[in-house]
């Protein structure tokens, strides 16, 4: 899948993307993606995506098979027809997380995190994109939080999140093996009001496309607002 926008059209302003309509399009493009890993090598996959590889699970269905997380919840991807199942069911996942699975294991090609973080509009085209991706995370997190640093404080670490020395409050997440998302508050003054940013890692396009981190960052900013007592 390309990214949002592509190089041909980079001269025009491209409407506001809406997270749920990328996720259907995302769940549509699972023949492709399953097409493309049907010829791949699963051990070297995993080990290029932090995952783990292991060779005759007696899981239905039984083969191989590869083992990761999403938002830490343990999920195994069947080989044999590159299906993810939560670790230990035999229900598959939504397409949406289907195609997130077989996204990242077609584009992981094994970088190194840099631990250096970066804003959406530093990802490929993320630019023409970064105000509407503001507008449903950073802005939904200022408008449910308000200046309440301990609520959100609160919400990350219900969520695992692990502090960082940034900001006045940040917490990293992991939503896949090698994909981590950091959630950022500035506390505000008189002048200022209090703001929110979620950011990546400067290696996040050898993981995603940018499309996928559209929906990740919409994602975590659900999560957090759900999380809030």
């Known amino acids: ?21 990328l996720e259907h399009r995302f769940a549509q493009r699972l023949g492709e993606l399953r097409a493309i890993l049907a010829s791949s ?8 995506a932090g995952a783990i590889y292991s060779s005759a699970d007696t899981h239905l269905p039984m083969g191989d098979r ?19 199942y939560p670790d230990g069911e035999d229900q598959p996942l939504s397409s949406f997380d289907q195609a997130l699975f077989l996204y990242y294991l077609t ?8 631990g250096k973080w970066i804003a959406f509009s530093d990802l490929p085209d993320g630019r023409f994109y970064n105000q509407a991706f503001q507008g449903y995370t950073g802005k939904e997190l ?46 505000g003054d008189e002048d200022f009001p209090s703001s929110f940013q979620v950011l990546f890692d400067a290696a996040a396009s050898h993981y995603l496309p940018t499309d996928a981190y559209a929906i990740l960052g919409s994602t ?10």
């Open 1 to 21: 899948m390309s990214p949002v926008t592509s190089q041909s059209n980079a001269a025009t302003q491209p409407e506001p993307v809406d997270p749920q309509r």
């Open 41 to 48: 090598d699963p051990g070297t996959i995993a080990g290029l």
């Open 66 to 84: 590869i083992h990761l997380s999403l938002w830490s919840r343990p999920i195994s991807i069947a080989c044999s027809e590159w299906v993810a």
């Open 107 to 114: 584009t992981a090609d094994g970088a190194p995190l840099s």
């Open 142 to 187: 200022a408008r449910l939080f308000l200046d309440d640093r301990l609520a959100f404080e609160r919400a990350a670490q219900a969520l695992g999140g692990i502090r960082q020395p940034l900001g006045d409050a940040a917490f990293a997440f992991h939503a896949l093996p090698r994909v981590p998302l950091l959630a950022i508050y500035w506390q």
């Open 220 to 229: 975590l900013t659900r999560r957090l607002i759900k999380a809030r007592r």
